[in-house]
């Protein structure tokens, strides 16, 4: 039986659980890019001048981000940044889908492609709330 004496947990506390989360998985996207930038290089769309530049620069910008995060002066705009890194990213994902480009480790399955659009909102969601630039759907009605 459920114990209706519980609290839920807090906003903040959410926001510092989602930016614990996404720190860590900007932070470890980050690395993979500058320790293995061939896969994402070849999912970069052919109107990128450089992809591999891009790739290492997308790579530093994952780490800034996910560092950002804690930094609460810095925090906003880090996040802000990560949302618009999650929306200018997704055109690479969408080559990698519908030009099914093998990169070896990733499938090229809908299995793999569909959850990852699907995802893509949460981030730039995620990315927006754990900074607190936005309360949707957890503000409290007045």
């Known amino acids: 039986m ?3 004496n ?3 947990p807090s906003v903040e506390t959410l926001r510092i ?9 900007y932070f470890a996207a980050g690395m993979l890019h ?3 930038p061939d896969g994402f290089v070849l999912i970069v769309p052919s109107f990128v001048p450089w992809p591999a530049d891009v790739v290492w620069l997308t790579g530093w910008r994952e780490i800034v981000g996910a ?5 609460p002066h810095f925090r906003k705009a880090a996040a802000v940044g990560l949302a618009l890194y999650a929306v200018c990213v997704f055109p690479a994902n969408i080559n990698h889908a519908f030009n099914h480009i ?5 499938p090229d399955s809908w299995w793999y ?7 893509q909102p949460v981030l730039v ?3 927006l709330f754990c900074a607190g630039a936005i309360d949707w759907p957890l503000r409290h009605r007045r």
């Open 6 to 8: 519980m609290k839920s």
């Open 125 to 127: 969601w995620s990315a």
């Open 34 to 36: 500058l320790r293995s």
């Open 17 to 25: 659980i989602a930016r614990l989360a996404l720190s860590a998985f």
């Open 102 to 106: 093998d990169v070896g480790v990733v």
């Open 113 to 119: 492609h569909a959850p990852r659009f699907a995802l």
């Open 2 to 4: 459920r114990n209706l």
């Open 67 to 71: 560092i950002g995060l804690f930094i």
